[in-house]
């Protein structure tokens, strides 16, 4: 059984920093994409950034590009996201996501993954 586990949520000033983190076990965790989405309260879950498996190619969503970066270490099973000058706006709930990457191919929809962590709550203050 997937179990997917965020952590590195808290309350931050406008500009400040924080690094996500997101431990796998069970699975194959080499053999998936991971992926970060968001949610704020009111708003649909949308995509963040994603990494494939090897961690050769990275995607990021427009909002996010120059700010945040995602990154993946397989031996420890985790995937990272550090965010950098971060805004208000960035003010939700943040999701890690799993998905066995049988090709080159990497969504950017939250349907295409089949492991979901609980969330772990970023807030930044202005």
């Known amino acids: 059984q997937v179990h997917v586990v965020e952590s590195g949520g808290g309350l931050v000033q406008a500009g400040g920093s924080l690094r996500l983190s997101c431990v796998v076990s069970?699975?194959?965790?080499?053999?998936?994409?991971m992926a970060w989405f968001r949610q704020a309260p009111g708003k649909e879950r949308e995509f963040v950034a994603a990494?494939?498996?090897?961690?050769?190619?990275?995607y990021y969503a427009e909002f996010v590009k120059g700010r945040f970066t995602i990154s993946r270490e397989n031996a420890k099973r985790t995937v990272y996201m550090e965010m950098n000058n971060l805004n208000p706006e960035d003010t939700a709930v943040y999701y890690c996501?799993?998905?066995?990457?049988?090709?080159?191919?990497?969504?950017?929809?939250?349907?295409?993954?089949?492991?979901w962590g609980q969330g772990t709550q970023v807030t930044v203050s202005s």
């Open positions: 069970g699975g194959a965790f080499s053999s998936y994409a």
């Open positions: 996501a799993a998905k066995f990457q049988g090709t080159s191919v990497v969504l950017r929809t939250p349907g295409w993954y089949d492991y």
């Open positions: 990494i494939s498996w090897s961690g050769g190619s990275t």
